[in-house]
């Protein structure tokens, strides 16, 4: 599977002159490590997580002199948490209608304060230092908050997606490496189809390191229908994505198992219009719940004093 990892600007660092950032984002993966604007948190040993996101926006608080707003994207609890956090510590949750409006000029604010970009550099240095848990749970983050504010289909997404794949195969998490690329496939055959073979053919290359006889008849089935597509519109120009259509066929045909001549719900995304509600942009990403008020993990009162972290 092939997706540099390899930094094209050094100098890119992040805007410290941006104006004061006032929503912050924060990420809790399911095995709890914590990422609090694209930085991965020292938990210390049984930290919380949310104790220490708290600490960590109260010190942003602090520094502005103001309250802040936050964006916790939180997977151990499949929620989606908003606060409001003031210099003296204390915090509540709030409502999605009480947060920030959201929009271009606000997305473009607080992505001049913390790049996105700055956001990969980080993770590649991970990678290249083969801290490849810490890699993965700073991509992850990223694009989830990225989808979050921008959609699946933006192009920043897409990317950040892209790298969460690449990470999960040299992590040897072929299935998870496998569903990500696929999104990615799936999503540029529906918005670029021009663009889209090297993301089959990365799709392509986690399939081919699966073992489970169900998963490898359904994505391969979905991966077949994507080169078949670009095969139709005279977009296979590179031999090694002709012989990746043919093992994907031969692969199925070893297994027994026929392709559908019919369209499946999957096919028939690829086909959908943008915007289209008839099928989910990124079906496999895991629902969240609805924000709500008075979740207690990240309610803390005045003159709680915050702790350090990093």
């Known amino acids: ?144 908050h990225l989808t979050l504010r921008r959609g699946a289909e933006d192009e920043l997404s897409l990317e950040a997606r892209a790298i969460e794949a690449y990470l999960a195969y040299l992590r ?26 090297p993301d089959v053919a990365r799709a392509t290359a986690a399939w081919q390191r699966l073992w489970d006889e169900g998963q490898v008849a359904t994505r391969g089935q979905e991966l077949l229908r994507m080169w078949e597509r670009l095969s139709a519109a005279g977009l296979l120009q590179e031999p090694s994505h002709h012989a990746m259509a043919q093992a994907v066929r031969g692969r199925l045909a070893q297994g027994g198992r026929s392709v559908p001549q019919r369209p499946a719900p999957a096919a028939a995304a690829l086909t959908a219009a943008p915007g289209s509600a008839a099928e989910p942009v990124a079906p496999e990403d895991k629902p969240l719940k609805p924000t709500r008020r008075g979740l207690r993990r990240f309610t803390r009162r005045a003159g709680r004093s915050p702790g350090p972290s990093s």
């Open 172 to 197: 040897g998490d072929y299935m998870l490496s496998t569903v990500l690329a696929l999104t990615v496939a799936r999503i540029r055959c529906r918005t670029d189809l021009n663009r889209a073979a």
């Open 1 to 144: 599977m092939n997706h540099s990892l390899t930094p094209r600007d050094k100098g890119n660092l992040p805007v410290l002159g941006a104006p004061p950032l006032i929503r912050l984002d924060a990420y809790v993966a399911e095995d709890g490590s914590t990422v609090v604007n694209g930085h991965l948190l020292d938990m210390g040993g049984t930290r919380p997580p949310n104790e220490a996101i708290l600490d960590a926006v109260a010190m942003f608080a602090r520094t502005l002199g103001a309250p802040v707003a936050a964006t916790v994207i939180d997977r151990t609890a499949q929620q989606v948490a908003r606060l409001r956090v003031h210099p003296d510590g204390s915090s509540r949750t709030i409502g999605e209608e009480e947060d920030l409006p959201p929009g271009h000029e606000r997305t473009a604010a607080e992505e001049e304060a913390f790049p996105p970009l700055a956001r990969v550099e980080r993770i590649i240095q991970h990678a290249q230092r083969e801290e490849l848990h810490a890699a993965f749970v700073l991509a992850s983050a990223l694009r989830e």
